[in-house]
């Protein structure tokens, strides 16, 4: 008699939503960190970026908020960020108390570049399903999203 073992979670793991969601997750965050590389930036800090040049100035904390990230945490991803000189903290024009976050000065074509090779990570990840199965994918996911927001 052959003793077989599975290298599996086997179905009852296998086939669950957030076991799904965590290995297309894992996979999604292995080729981003490969795309996002050469820019020494990861897909937590270049989500800042984004938010920080599409945005007016904002505080850490309302930074923090919009992307739901915990306030110690953007507080190292910002000094990190910082210390690569693709951020800046000034002064709050009408709070000298508080500071807000921009993008430094000539940080923006390495922000363009890293977005574009991020987007390619993503298409990577995306290019096994139909471009409309992709679609629907992202409509389903927001929709989760939203009812939570909704409460």
Not at 38 to 55: G, I, T, Y
Not at 93 to 105: E, F, H, Q, S, Y
Not at 108 to 114: T, W, Y
Request: aromatic share 4%; hydrophobic share 45%.
């Amino acid at each position: 008699m052959e003793v077989t073992f599975s290298t599996g979670p086997g179905p009852e793991v296998s086939g669950r939503l957030g076991y799904l969601l965590k290995q297309a997750m894992r996979r999604l965050s292995a080729v981003s960190d490969e795309a996002l590389a050469p820019f020494e930036v990861d897909d937590r800090r270049l989500a800042v970026l984004l938010l920080v040049a599409s945005n007016e100035p904002m505080s850490q904390q309302q930074a923090a908020e919009r992307l739901s990230i915990d306030r110690t945490t953007m507080v190292a991803l910002l000094d990190d960020l910082e210390s690569k000189g693709l951020v800046v903290r000034v002064a709050h024009p009408g709070d000298r108390r508080r500071n807000v976050i921009k993008l430094a000065p000539d940080s923006e074509p390495i922000l363009n570049e890293a977005f574009a090779a991020w987007n390619k990570a993503e298409q990577t990840v995306l290019a096994v399903l139909e471009p409309q199965a992709a679609e629907q994918l992202r409509e389903s996911l927001q929709k989760i999203i939203r009812a939570d927001e909704q409460g």
